[in-house]
């Protein structure tokens, strides 16, 4: 019984480690749109819906596994830690194609506050990653990593913020496309949120 609760764990866990891919992937997608690259759309929307069904697959091997295995206390806290994750994880998914809908109406705007984005960008796919590996790993240390890392994510934010007033003050932005730009980088710190939130998950189950 438990070397079949051990196979079932084991593709879970590469379950979530797919998932977590696809969310890397297309948080990486809007990075390259905003560097001008096209075509990536129909790609983000692509990994969302899959990202989608990665979480269906998810909660109904939990299930499953809580059905038919009849794990024992530490093992009801991982399952239950899946549980908890795989809702951040889509909505991670959910965010880039937000952020991938916006690109188009800001892709050629140039300020400094893009430097900022594309940082906020690349520090979300880490923290996603990491996040996702401390699930697998259950390891602790890597999970406050992640958590220690969002105060850079908001930090980035509160700079693109700063800069798109100070343009919308001295009128040299429309209106339009700050709104725009700030709800870019807004949905990429809430990438980071919700990365901490699966860390602060894991960090909780180990620890238990």
């Known amino acids: 019984m438990r070397t079949e609760f051990d196979k079932q764990l084991k593709i879970l866990h590469q379950d979530m480690l797919e998932m977590g891919k696809l969310c890397e992937d297309a948080i990486a997608m809007t990075a390259q749109m905003l560097e ?26 939990c299930r499953q596994i809580l ?26 998914g959910d965010q880039a194609e937000d952020i991938s809908e916006l690109m188009p109406g800001i892709a050629e705007f140039e300020f400094s506050g893009r430097v900022h ?12 990653t990491e996040s996702v590996q401390s699930f697998v790993d259950s390891d602790e240390m890597l999970a406050r990593k992640v958590i220690a890392s969002d105060d850079f994510v908001d930090e980035l934010f ?22 725009d730009l700030l709800m ?3 949905y990429f710190e809430r990438i980071g949120d919700h990365a901490v939130n699966i860390a602060e998950n894991v960090r909780d189950f180990v620890t238990a």
């Open 36 to 61: 001008g690259k096209e075509g990536l759309t129909a790609r983000i929307s692509a990994a969302e819906m899959e990202i989608d069904h990665k979480q269906r697959e998810v909660e109904s091997r």
């Open 67 to 92: 059905l038919r295995q009849q794990p024992v206390a530490c093992d009801l806290r991982v399952i239950a830690a899946a549980l908890k994750i795989v809702p951040d994880m889509e909505r991670i």
């Open 117 to 128: 984005i594309k940082e906020m960008a690349g520090a979300t796919v880490k923290m996603v």
């Open 158 to 179: 509160d700079k693109v913020k700063e800069e798109l007033v100070e343009l919308i003050c001295k009128k040299e932005i429309d209106v339009a496309i700050a709104l």
């Open 184 to 186: 870019t980088a807004k």
